[in-house]
Protein backbone atom coordinates (compact mmCIF):
# COMPACT_ATOMS: atom_id res chain seq x y z
CA UNK A 1 0.00 0.00 0.00
CA UNK A 2 0.85 3.44 -0.59
CA UNK A 3 0.46 6.32 1.68
CA UNK A 4 0.26 10.06 0.84
CA UNK A 5 2.00 11.51 4.11
CA UNK A 6 4.91 9.20 2.54
CA UNK A 7 4.82 9.94 -1.21
CA UNK A 8 5.02 13.56 -0.31
CA UNK A 9 8.10 13.73 1.94
CA UNK A 10 9.74 16.67 0.74
CA UNK A 11 13.34 15.28 1.59
CA UNK A 12 16.30 15.60 -0.48
CA UNK A 13 19.59 14.04 -0.75
CA UNK A 14 20.82 17.53 0.84
CA UNK A 15 18.75 18.62 3.96
CA UNK A 16 20.93 21.66 4.10
CA UNK A 17 19.69 24.92 1.96
CA UNK A 18 22.74 26.48 -0.08
CA UNK A 19 21.31 29.50 0.41
CA UNK A 20 19.98 30.94 3.95
CA UNK A 21 16.15 31.49 3.93
CA UNK A 22 14.77 35.03 4.22
CA UNK A 23 11.96 36.03 6.11
CA UNK A 24 10.06 36.88 2.98
CA UNK A 25 10.24 32.85 1.07
CA UNK A 26 7.26 31.89 1.79
CA UNK A 27 7.72 29.08 -0.47
CA UNK A 28 7.03 26.06 -0.33
CA UNK A 29 9.27 22.93 -0.86
CA UNK A 30 8.12 22.25 -4.13
CA UNK A 31 7.75 25.43 -5.43
CA UNK A 32 11.37 26.06 -4.76
CA UNK A 33 12.23 22.80 -6.92
CA UNK A 34 9.82 24.31 -9.75
CA UNK A 35 11.77 27.99 -9.06
CA UNK A 36 15.17 25.79 -9.55
CA UNK A 37 14.22 23.88 -12.78
CA UNK A 38 13.33 27.07 -14.81
CA UNK A 39 16.23 28.65 -14.11
CA UNK A 40 18.28 25.56 -15.24
CA UNK A 41 20.50 26.01 -18.19
CA UNK A 42 19.65 22.29 -19.17
CA UNK A 43 16.03 23.11 -19.42
CA UNK A 44 17.49 26.39 -22.00
CA UNK A 45 18.90 23.20 -24.28
CA UNK A 46 15.30 22.38 -24.77
CA UNK A 47 14.61 24.98 -27.20
CA UNK A 48 17.08 23.40 -29.48
CA UNK A 49 16.70 19.75 -28.94
CA UNK A 50 13.64 18.42 -31.60
CA UNK A 51 10.39 17.03 -30.71
CA UNK A 52 9.42 15.46 -34.14
CA UNK A 53 11.24 16.94 -36.50
CA UNK A 54 15.10 16.81 -36.04
CA UNK A 55 17.26 19.30 -37.28
CA UNK A 56 14.57 21.93 -38.77
CA UNK A 57 14.97 25.30 -40.04
CA UNK A 58 11.94 26.56 -39.82
CA UNK A 59 10.54 28.13 -35.86
CA UNK A 60 7.07 26.74 -36.42
CA UNK A 61 7.52 23.19 -35.21
CA UNK A 62 7.98 22.02 -31.80
CA UNK A 63 10.51 21.35 -29.92
CA UNK A 64 11.52 19.83 -26.74
CA UNK A 65 11.30 23.00 -24.92
CA UNK A 66 7.62 24.07 -25.94
CA UNK A 67 6.64 20.34 -25.77
CA UNK A 68 7.72 20.30 -22.48
CA UNK A 69 5.68 23.86 -21.58
CA UNK A 70 2.36 21.97 -23.19
CA UNK A 71 3.25 19.36 -20.91
CA UNK A 72 3.16 20.94 -17.89
CA UNK A 73 0.16 22.59 -18.66
CA UNK A 74 -2.08 19.84 -19.11
CA UNK A 75 0.02 18.46 -15.95
CA UNK A 76 -1.36 21.24 -14.14
CA UNK A 77 -5.11 20.48 -15.41
CA UNK A 78 -4.89 16.80 -14.73
CA UNK A 79 -3.06 17.66 -11.36
CA UNK A 80 -6.18 19.77 -10.05
CA UNK A 81 -8.19 16.90 -11.16
CA UNK A 82 -6.07 14.56 -9.16
CA UNK A 83 -6.35 16.55 -5.98
CA UNK A 84 -10.12 16.36 -5.83
CA UNK A 85 -10.02 12.68 -6.29
CA UNK A 86 -7.26 12.28 -3.61
CA UNK A 87 -9.42 14.31 -0.84
CA UNK A 88 -12.88 12.78 -1.90
CA UNK A 89 -11.58 8.98 -2.31
CA UNK A 90 -11.04 7.05 1.20
CA UNK A 91 -8.47 9.85 1.95
CA UNK A 92 -7.88 8.62 5.56
CA UNK A 93 -7.29 4.96 3.47
CA UNK A 94 -3.97 6.20 2.22
CA UNK A 95 -2.68 7.98 5.40
CA UNK A 96 -0.61 5.61 7.43
CA UNK A 97 -1.26 4.91 11.03
CA UNK A 98 2.14 7.00 12.07
CA UNK A 99 1.27 9.95 10.64
CA UNK A 100 0.99 12.92 13.30
CA UNK A 101 -0.36 15.73 11.11
CA UNK A 102 -3.04 15.14 8.45
CA UNK A 103 -3.67 19.27 7.73
CA UNK A 104 -0.40 19.05 6.68
CA UNK A 105 -0.43 16.47 4.03
CA UNK A 106 -3.61 17.85 2.95
CA UNK A 107 -1.49 20.41 2.27
CA UNK A 108 0.78 18.81 0.52
CA UNK A 109 -1.56 17.44 -1.62
CA UNK A 110 -2.79 20.89 -2.49
CA UNK A 111 0.96 21.05 -3.83
CA UNK A 112 0.38 18.27 -6.26
CA UNK A 113 -0.22 20.73 -9.50
CA UNK A 114 3.21 22.68 -8.52
CA UNK A 115 4.97 19.37 -8.38
CA UNK A 116 4.00 17.80 -11.81
CA UNK A 117 4.76 21.35 -13.46
CA UNK A 118 8.30 20.93 -12.23
CA UNK A 119 8.35 16.85 -13.24
CA UNK A 120 7.08 18.20 -16.86
CA UNK A 121 9.53 20.68 -17.35
CA UNK A 122 12.25 18.24 -15.94
CA UNK A 123 10.63 14.92 -18.19
CA UNK A 124 12.55 15.38 -21.50
CA UNK A 125 15.80 16.74 -20.36
CA UNK A 126 17.44 13.91 -20.43
CA UNK A 127 17.17 12.89 -23.79
CA UNK A 128 19.83 12.98 -26.28
CA UNK A 129 20.25 14.77 -29.45
CA UNK A 130 17.11 13.88 -32.05
CA UNK A 131 14.99 12.10 -29.05
CA UNK A 132 14.16 8.49 -29.23
CA UNK A 133 15.98 8.03 -31.97
CA UNK A 134 19.33 9.32 -30.02
CA UNK A 135 18.44 6.56 -27.46
CA UNK A 136 18.39 3.70 -29.82
CA UNK A 137 21.24 5.20 -31.65
CA UNK A 138 23.52 4.65 -28.45
CA UNK A 139 21.96 1.30 -27.73
CA UNK A 140 22.64 0.13 -30.91
CA UNK A 141 26.45 1.27 -30.61
CA UNK A 142 27.27 -0.61 -27.69
CA UNK A 143 25.07 -3.25 -28.54
CA UNK A 144 27.68 -4.00 -31.80
CA UNK A 145 30.90 -1.95 -30.18
CA UNK A 146 31.36 -4.03 -26.98
CA UNK A 147 32.28 -7.45 -27.85
CA UNK A 148 34.85 -5.53 -30.44
CA UNK A 149 36.52 -3.60 -27.68
CA UNK A 150 39.56 -5.45 -25.78
CA UNK A 151 41.51 -3.88 -22.66
CA UNK A 152 45.11 -5.67 -23.32
CA UNK A 153 47.53 -6.99 -20.52
CA UNK A 154 49.63 -3.84 -20.44
CA UNK A 155 46.11 -1.62 -19.98
CA UNK A 156 45.52 -0.20 -23.30
CA UNK A 157 42.58 -0.54 -25.19
CA UNK A 158 42.35 -2.26 -28.89
CA UNK A 159 39.26 -1.76 -31.04
CA UNK A 160 37.63 -3.92 -34.26
CA UNK A 161 37.30 -7.39 -32.56
CA UNK A 162 41.23 -7.93 -31.33
CA UNK A 163 41.96 -10.28 -28.84
CA UNK A 164 40.46 -13.23 -26.37
CA UNK A 165 36.67 -13.01 -26.06
CA UNK A 166 37.64 -12.51 -22.33
CA UNK A 167 38.97 -9.77 -22.58
CA UNK A 168 36.64 -7.43 -24.59
CA UNK A 169 34.57 -5.29 -22.81
CA UNK A 170 31.43 -7.02 -23.39
CA UNK A 171 32.82 -9.67 -21.38
CA UNK A 172 34.48 -7.32 -18.75
CA UNK A 173 31.11 -5.10 -17.94
CA UNK A 174 28.78 -8.21 -18.67
CA UNK A 175 26.12 -7.90 -16.09
CA UNK A 176 24.20 -4.66 -14.94
CA UNK A 177 26.78 -2.66 -16.70
CA UNK A 178 26.43 -3.58 -19.87
CA UNK A 179 22.90 -3.82 -19.68
CA UNK A 180 22.97 -0.03 -18.51
CA UNK A 181 24.64 0.77 -21.89
CA UNK A 182 22.96 -1.56 -24.11
CA UNK A 183 19.25 -0.23 -22.98
CA UNK A 184 20.34 3.52 -23.38
CA UNK A 185 17.36 5.40 -22.00
CA UNK A 186 16.62 9.03 -21.76
CA UNK A 187 14.55 8.55 -18.33
CA UNK A 188 17.56 7.07 -16.77
CA UNK A 189 19.75 9.79 -17.71
CA UNK A 190 17.41 12.15 -16.66
CA UNK A 191 17.89 10.93 -12.97
CA UNK A 192 21.52 11.28 -13.85
CA UNK A 193 21.27 14.75 -14.72
CA UNK A 194 19.35 16.27 -11.99
CA UNK A 195 20.73 14.25 -9.25
CA UNK A 196 24.50 14.64 -10.22
CA UNK A 197 25.59 16.03 -13.21
CA UNK A 198 23.84 19.66 -12.58
CA UNK A 199 26.20 20.47 -10.32
CA UNK A 200 24.55 23.96 -8.73
CA UNK A 201 26.39 23.76 -5.14
CA UNK A 202 27.81 20.07 -4.84
CA UNK A 203 27.78 16.20 -5.41
CA UNK A 204 23.98 16.41 -5.12
CA UNK A 205 22.86 18.32 -8.55
CA UNK A 206 19.87 20.04 -8.13
CA UNK A 207 19.34 18.65 -4.86
CA UNK A 208 15.53 18.35 -5.57
CA UNK A 209 12.65 16.96 -3.49
CA UNK A 210 12.29 13.06 -3.99
CA UNK A 211 8.38 13.62 -5.13
CA UNK A 212 9.40 15.34 -7.88
CA UNK A 213 12.19 12.80 -8.48
CA UNK A 214 9.77 10.03 -8.29
CA UNK A 215 7.10 11.86 -10.48
CA UNK A 216 9.35 11.61 -13.93
CA UNK A 217 10.61 7.94 -13.12
CA UNK A 218 8.45 6.23 -15.58
CA UNK A 219 9.97 3.05 -15.13
CA UNK A 220 10.85 1.80 -11.53
CA UNK A 221 13.48 -0.87 -12.95
CA UNK A 222 17.17 -1.29 -13.59
CA UNK A 223 18.19 -2.30 -16.93
CA UNK A 224 18.92 -6.03 -15.76
CA UNK A 225 15.21 -6.72 -14.81
CA UNK A 226 13.62 -5.11 -17.71
CA UNK A 227 10.37 -7.09 -18.67
CA UNK A 228 8.71 -5.43 -21.64
CA UNK A 229 5.51 -7.33 -20.87
CA UNK A 230 4.80 -4.84 -18.00
CA UNK A 231 3.86 -1.45 -18.05
CA UNK A 232 6.47 -0.30 -14.90
CA UNK A 233 9.46 -2.95 -16.62
CA UNK A 234 9.27 -1.97 -20.03
CA UNK A 235 12.27 0.42 -20.38
CA UNK A 236 14.61 1.31 -17.51
CA UNK A 237 14.78 3.82 -14.85
CA UNK A 238 18.05 4.02 -13.66
CA UNK A 239 21.60 3.43 -14.37
CA UNK A 240 23.80 1.22 -11.61
CA UNK A 241 25.24 4.32 -10.91
CA UNK A 242 22.15 6.28 -9.81
CA UNK A 243 21.05 3.12 -7.45
CA UNK A 244 21.71 4.72 -4.22
CA UNK A 245 19.87 7.74 -4.90
CA UNK A 246 16.80 5.72 -6.53
CA UNK A 247 16.81 3.01 -3.60
CA UNK A 248 16.87 6.22 -1.63
CA UNK A 249 13.80 7.92 -2.98
CA UNK A 250 12.31 4.47 -2.65
CA UNK A 251 12.53 3.61 0.86
CA UNK A 252 11.71 7.50 1.72
CA UNK A 253 8.95 7.41 -0.22
CA UNK A 254 7.31 3.84 0.69
CA UNK A 255 7.07 3.29 -3.18
CA UNK A 256 8.56 -0.53 -2.63
CA UNK A 257 10.06 -0.45 -6.05
CA UNK A 258 6.30 0.77 -7.46
CA UNK A 259 5.56 3.75 -9.57
CA UNK A 260 4.69 6.43 -8.16
CA UNK A 261 1.18 7.53 -8.22
CA UNK A 262 1.96 11.29 -10.34
CA UNK A 263 4.25 9.19 -12.68
CA UNK A 264 0.98 7.97 -14.10
CA UNK A 265 -0.48 11.71 -14.45
CA UNK A 266 2.52 12.74 -15.76
CA UNK A 267 2.80 10.02 -18.51
CA UNK A 268 -1.04 11.11 -19.22
CA UNK A 269 0.04 14.71 -19.95
CA UNK A 270 2.95 14.23 -22.31
CA UNK A 271 0.72 11.96 -24.27
CA UNK A 272 -1.91 14.51 -24.44
CA UNK A 273 0.34 16.99 -25.50
CA UNK A 274 2.12 14.92 -28.42
CA UNK A 275 -0.76 13.31 -29.50
CA UNK A 276 -2.98 16.37 -29.96
CA UNK A 277 0.38 18.60 -31.38
CA UNK A 278 1.92 16.49 -33.43
CA UNK A 279 -0.51 16.61 -36.07
CA UNK A 280 -0.60 20.20 -36.17
CA UNK A 281 3.25 20.52 -36.85
CA UNK A 282 2.75 17.77 -39.50
CA UNK A 283 0.07 19.38 -41.08
CA UNK A 284 2.42 22.55 -41.70
CA UNK A 285 4.92 20.13 -42.90
CA UNK A 286 2.32 19.16 -45.42
CA UNK A 287 2.96 15.74 -44.19
CA UNK A 288 -1.06 15.11 -42.80
CA UNK A 289 -3.63 16.64 -44.68
CA UNK A 290 -7.64 16.85 -43.28
CA UNK A 291 -9.22 14.29 -45.70
CA UNK A 292 -5.65 12.38 -44.03
CA UNK A 293 -6.71 12.94 -40.81
CA UNK A 294 -10.45 12.24 -41.78
CA UNK A 295 -10.01 8.97 -43.19
CA UNK A 296 -8.02 7.52 -40.06
CA UNK A 297 -10.93 8.52 -38.14
CA UNK A 298 -13.17 6.78 -40.16
CA UNK A 299 -11.78 3.51 -39.75
CA UNK A 300 -13.18 3.96 -35.82
CA UNK A 301 -16.37 6.09 -36.79
CA UNK A 302 -18.44 3.72 -33.95
CA UNK A 303 -16.89 5.24 -30.99
CA UNK A 304 -18.70 7.47 -29.58
CA UNK A 305 -15.70 10.24 -29.07
CA UNK A 306 -14.80 9.76 -32.37
CA UNK A 307 -17.47 10.28 -33.80
CA UNK A 308 -18.29 13.73 -31.82
CA UNK A 309 -14.34 14.70 -33.43
CA UNK A 310 -15.74 13.70 -37.47
CA UNK A 311 -18.61 15.83 -36.52
CA UNK A 312 -16.95 18.85 -35.40
CA UNK A 313 -14.75 18.93 -38.23
CA UNK A 314 -17.34 18.85 -40.56
CA UNK A 315 -18.23 22.13 -38.28
CA UNK A 316 -14.89 23.45 -38.77
CA UNK A 317 -14.65 23.12 -42.45
CA UNK A 318 -18.32 25.46 -42.22
CA UNK A 319 -17.06 27.92 -40.05
CA UNK A 320 -13.57 28.33 -41.74
CA UNK A 321 -15.60 28.82 -45.32
CA UNK A 322 -18.47 31.00 -44.24
CA UNK A 323 -15.72 33.80 -43.36
CA UNK A 324 -13.26 32.46 -46.79
CA UNK A 325 -10.52 31.91 -44.11
CA UNK A 326 -7.37 31.06 -47.09
CA UNK A 327 -5.96 27.92 -44.97
CA UNK A 328 -8.95 25.93 -44.72
CA UNK A 329 -6.97 22.88 -43.40
CA UNK A 330 -4.70 24.85 -40.92
CA UNK A 331 -7.76 26.20 -39.19
CA UNK A 332 -9.58 22.64 -38.88
CA UNK A 333 -6.30 21.08 -37.45
CA UNK A 334 -5.77 24.02 -35.14
CA UNK A 335 -9.29 23.64 -33.38
CA UNK A 336 -8.96 19.58 -34.13
CA UNK A 337 -5.96 20.24 -31.84
CA UNK A 338 -7.66 21.95 -29.41
CA UNK A 339 -10.69 19.66 -29.30
CA UNK A 340 -8.29 16.87 -28.65
CA UNK A 341 -6.58 18.30 -25.95
CA UNK A 342 -9.67 18.83 -23.90
CA UNK A 343 -11.50 15.72 -24.75
CA UNK A 344 -8.45 13.93 -23.56
CA UNK A 345 -8.03 15.96 -20.50
CA UNK A 346 -11.19 15.53 -19.33
CA UNK A 347 -11.13 11.63 -19.99
CA UNK A 348 -8.51 11.31 -17.77
CA UNK A 349 -10.72 12.55 -14.53
CA UNK A 350 -13.01 8.97 -15.00
CA UNK A 351 -9.76 6.92 -15.74
CA UNK A 352 -7.77 8.11 -12.99
CA UNK A 353 -10.37 7.57 -10.50
CA UNK A 354 -11.19 4.24 -11.71
CA UNK A 355 -7.40 3.40 -11.31
CA UNK A 356 -6.77 4.68 -8.29
CA UNK A 357 -6.81 2.16 -5.89
CA UNK A 358 -5.10 -0.01 -7.85
CA UNK A 359 -2.14 2.86 -8.41
CA UNK A 360 -2.76 3.10 -4.35
CA UNK A 361 -1.84 -0.67 -4.26
CA UNK A 362 1.11 -0.37 -6.34
CA UNK A 363 -0.03 -2.89 -8.85
CA UNK A 364 -1.07 -1.12 -11.90
CA UNK A 365 0.40 -1.69 -14.89
CA UNK A 366 -2.29 0.30 -17.22
CA UNK A 367 -1.48 3.98 -18.24
CA UNK A 368 -4.79 6.20 -18.15
CA UNK A 369 -5.29 6.99 -21.75
CA UNK A 370 -5.40 3.09 -22.35
CA UNK A 371 -8.29 2.73 -19.86
CA UNK A 372 -10.14 5.97 -20.88
CA UNK A 373 -12.93 6.61 -22.90
CA UNK A 374 -10.74 8.07 -25.43
CA UNK A 375 -8.39 4.95 -26.11
CA UNK A 376 -9.45 4.66 -29.51
CA UNK A 377 -9.06 7.89 -30.29
CA UNK A 378 -5.71 8.43 -29.00
CA UNK A 379 -5.05 4.95 -31.19
CA UNK A 380 -5.97 6.34 -34.09
CA UNK A 381 -3.35 9.49 -33.91
CA UNK A 382 -0.87 6.94 -32.88
CA UNK A 383 -1.48 5.25 -36.18
CA UNK A 384 -1.26 8.34 -38.28
CA UNK A 385 2.24 9.21 -35.90
CA UNK A 386 3.57 5.81 -37.14
CA UNK A 387 2.23 5.78 -40.46
CA UNK A 388 2.26 9.20 -42.20
CA UNK A 389 4.91 10.96 -39.78
CA UNK A 390 7.49 9.36 -37.95
CA UNK A 391 8.53 7.54 -41.53
CA UNK A 392 8.11 10.46 -44.19
CA UNK A 393 10.61 12.24 -46.49
CA UNK A 394 11.71 14.70 -44.50
CA UNK A 395 11.91 12.90 -40.96
CA UNK A 396 13.77 10.14 -42.49
CA UNK A 397 16.55 12.39 -44.29
CA UNK A 398 16.99 13.70 -40.68
CA UNK A 399 17.00 10.65 -38.81
CA UNK A 400 19.67 9.18 -41.41
CA UNK A 401 21.77 12.52 -40.71
CA UNK A 402 21.29 11.68 -37.34
CA UNK A 403 23.03 7.93 -37.25
CA UNK A 404 25.62 9.44 -39.06
CA UNK A 405 26.51 11.90 -36.78
CA UNK A 406 25.59 10.24 -33.34
CA UNK A 407 27.98 7.12 -34.31
CA UNK A 408 30.90 9.01 -35.72
CA UNK A 409 30.60 10.84 -31.41
CA UNK A 410 30.56 7.36 -30.45
CA UNK A 411 33.47 6.38 -32.57
CA UNK A 412 35.55 9.21 -32.10
CA UNK A 413 35.07 9.45 -28.20
CA UNK A 414 34.77 6.11 -26.33
CA UNK A 415 38.21 5.54 -27.83
CA UNK A 416 39.60 8.72 -26.70
CA UNK A 417 37.82 8.40 -23.44
CA UNK A 418 39.32 4.75 -22.21
CA UNK A 419 42.19 5.66 -23.67
CA UNK A 420 43.31 8.72 -21.94
CA UNK A 421 45.47 8.81 -18.87
CA UNK A 422 46.85 11.38 -16.89
CA UNK A 423 50.19 10.88 -18.55
CA UNK A 424 48.66 12.63 -21.35
CA UNK A 425 47.64 16.19 -19.90
CA UNK A 426 49.15 19.04 -21.47
CA UNK A 427 50.10 16.99 -24.78
CA UNK A 428 48.94 17.70 -28.41
CA UNK A 429 47.45 14.44 -29.30
CA UNK A 430 44.43 13.60 -30.62
CA UNK A 431 43.17 11.53 -27.82
CA UNK A 432 44.04 14.50 -25.11
CA UNK A 433 42.86 16.89 -27.30
CA UNK A 434 39.54 14.92 -27.36
CA UNK A 435 39.30 14.22 -23.98
CA UNK A 436 39.85 17.82 -23.21
CA UNK A 437 36.87 19.02 -25.03
CA UNK A 438 34.66 16.82 -23.25
CA UNK A 439 32.35 18.99 -20.84
CA UNK A 440 34.63 20.07 -17.69
CA UNK A 441 31.58 19.79 -15.40
CA UNK A 442 31.17 16.17 -16.59
CA UNK A 443 35.35 15.02 -16.26
CA UNK A 444 35.21 16.26 -12.76
CA UNK A 445 32.33 13.74 -12.01
CA UNK A 446 33.85 10.87 -13.69
CA UNK A 447 36.94 11.66 -12.33
CA UNK A 448 36.05 12.24 -8.98
CA UNK A 449 33.80 9.18 -9.24
CA UNK A 450 36.71 7.07 -10.37
CA UNK A 451 38.95 7.77 -7.69
CA UNK A 452 37.09 6.34 -4.91
CA UNK A 453 36.27 3.24 -7.28
CA UNK A 454 38.84 -0.03 -6.93
CA UNK A 455 37.01 -2.01 -9.41
CA UNK A 456 38.18 -1.92 -12.90
CA UNK A 457 35.26 -2.92 -14.61
CA UNK A 458 33.34 0.41 -12.73
CA UNK A 459 36.02 2.27 -13.69
CA UNK A 460 35.88 1.76 -17.45
CA UNK A 461 31.40 1.62 -17.22
CA UNK A 462 32.12 5.66 -15.15
CA UNK A 463 34.08 6.46 -18.36
CA UNK A 464 31.49 5.37 -20.93
CA UNK A 465 29.09 6.91 -19.19
CA UNK A 466 31.07 10.10 -19.45
CA UNK A 467 30.71 9.65 -23.48
CA UNK A 468 27.17 9.20 -23.09
CA UNK A 469 26.59 12.01 -20.32
CA UNK A 470 28.61 14.70 -23.13
CA UNK A 471 26.84 13.18 -25.84
CA UNK A 472 23.01 13.43 -24.04
CA UNK A 473 23.87 17.25 -22.68
CA UNK A 474 24.37 18.30 -26.48
CA UNK A 475 21.59 20.19 -28.16
CA UNK A 476 20.38 18.91 -31.89
CA UNK A 477 22.42 21.81 -33.55
CA UNK A 478 25.83 21.32 -31.50
CA UNK A 479 25.94 17.75 -32.05
CA UNK A 480 26.08 18.38 -36.03
CA UNK A 481 28.47 21.34 -35.15
CA UNK A 482 30.87 19.11 -33.30
CA UNK A 483 30.72 16.45 -36.03
CA UNK A 484 31.80 19.02 -38.44
CA UNK A 485 34.66 19.91 -36.30
CA UNK A 486 35.44 16.45 -35.81
CA UNK A 487 35.46 15.49 -39.34
CA UNK A 488 36.24 18.35 -40.54
CA UNK A 489 34.16 18.85 -43.29
Known amino acids: MLYWDKLLTPERSRDTASVPRTASDNRSPFKKDFDTVCNSAVLRRLQDKAQVFPLEQEDYARTRLTHSIEVMSVASSLAVQAVKIILDTDFNKYISEDCQDTNKICD ?6 TILNAAALLHDMGNPPFGHLGEQIISDWFR ?15 FNDVGSADDTLAYKLKGKY ?45 SSCINKSKLSTKKMGYFV ?4 IFTSICGTLGLHHCRHPLAFLLEAADDIAYLSADIEDAQHKG ?3 VDCLVSYLESAKDDKI ?12 KDANKVNYPDVDG ?12 LMIDAMYDAFKELYPNIMEGNCEEELISRSKVSRLADVLKTIEREKIYYSKNIVESKTRAFTIISKLLDVYVPAVLSHSDNDKEKDTAVNLLYLSLSENYRYICETKNDLEQDDSSKIYNRLLLVTDQISGMTDSHAMTVYKAITAS
Open 306 to 317: VQHVLSEICRYK
Open 331 to 342: YIIHRVRILVKG
Open 287 to 289: IVS
Open 241 to 244: AEEE
Open 178 to 222: ADDLMHFEGNAQLLRLVTKLSYVVDEHGMNLSYPVLASFIKYPCP
Open 144 to 158: SQLPKIVKKSDGSFA
Open 108 to 113: YIKEIP
